[in-house]
């Protein structure tokens, strides 16, 4: 059965700290890892990831991807207020007709000021 | 401005009555998508469509319906609602799934409540 598991499931740090978010997962046909964030709405994209080891950086956000391992990290420094948020973990995998996207059951971070 | 629309935002509804969720893309995108979101649960996959006229199962299609005449528009029809289709409802779409991946870019969300 195809999984995405993140951990942990939740997180409490304070402003300044750095945070490091796990996504592992099992799914056959791999086409990519993607990172989002939501904040009581939908989700908005932060990352898609298709080769490992291959660190994608926005800001103060990165990610990277072992595809030997089957697991990624979505590492956030100097964390702010706004980065509370859930972070949902997804992976692509190609099907007979289509893809399909399995998602994680999110990482909630709490960031105190 | 991009988007992906849905309606109605809220909904409240009783057993047994068909409703029909639309989406709605602006981008030209071939890939379209819909998922649930349960506490602890994630979200999950209803159905997908690669184009026109081409639907799949996602993870969890049961009591669901999908179409795609046309290329923007991807409608949730649910024939016979029951309170375990209590959930927020979210449509994706994506620029293609036959070339390079591409992120999916998410509705604003439907919040469905039967009764």
């Known amino acids: 059965e195809d999984k995405v598991v993140q951990s942990p499931l939740s997180l409490v740090v304070h402003e300044g700290d750095t945070v490091t978010l796990n996504c592992s997962y099992e799914?056959?046909?791999?086409?990519?890892l993607l990172w989002y964030k939501q904040e009581k709405k939908a989700p908005t994209f932060l990352f898609m990831l298709?080769?490992?080891?291959i660190e994608k950086k926005s800001g103060r956000l990165s990610s990277i991807l072992d595809k030997k391992e089957l697991f990624s990290i979505l590492n956030i420094t100097a964390t702010q207020t706004g980065d509370s948020a859930v972070y949902l973990c997804?992976?692509?995998?190609?099907?007979?007709?289509?893809?399909?996207?399995?998602f994680g059951t999110g990482t909630s971070l709490t960031v105190i000021p | 401005e991009a988007q992906v629309t849905q309606n109605p935002r809220y909904l409240i509804t009783v057993t047994g009555k068909k409703l029909t969720v639309t989406c709605s893309q602006n981008?030209?995108?071939?890939?379209m998508s819909w998922y649930r979101q349960d506490p602890g649960l994630g979200l999950r996959q209803i159905y997908y469509?690669?184009?026109?006229?081409?639907?799949d199962k996602g993870d969890v299609p049961e009591g669901y319906k999908v179409s795609r005449k046309e290329k923007r528009n991807f409608p949730l029809i649910l024939e016979s609602p029951s309170p375990n289709q209590t959930s927020l409802y979210f449509c994706?779409?994506?620029?293609?799934?036959?070339?390079?991946?591409?992120?999916?870019?998410f509705g604003p969300g439907t919040r469905l409540t039967v009764t």
């Open positions: 298709t080769s490992s080891g």
């Open positions: 469509s690669m184009n026109v006229e081409v639907t």
């Open positions: 997804a992976v692509e995998a190609l099907a007979n007709t289509g893809n399909q996207f399995y």
């Open positions: 981008m030209n995108h071939e890939y």
């Open positions: 994706a779409s994506s620029l293609s799934w036959q070339t390079t991946p591409y992120e999916q870019y």
């Open positions: 799914v056959t046909n791999f086409r990519s």
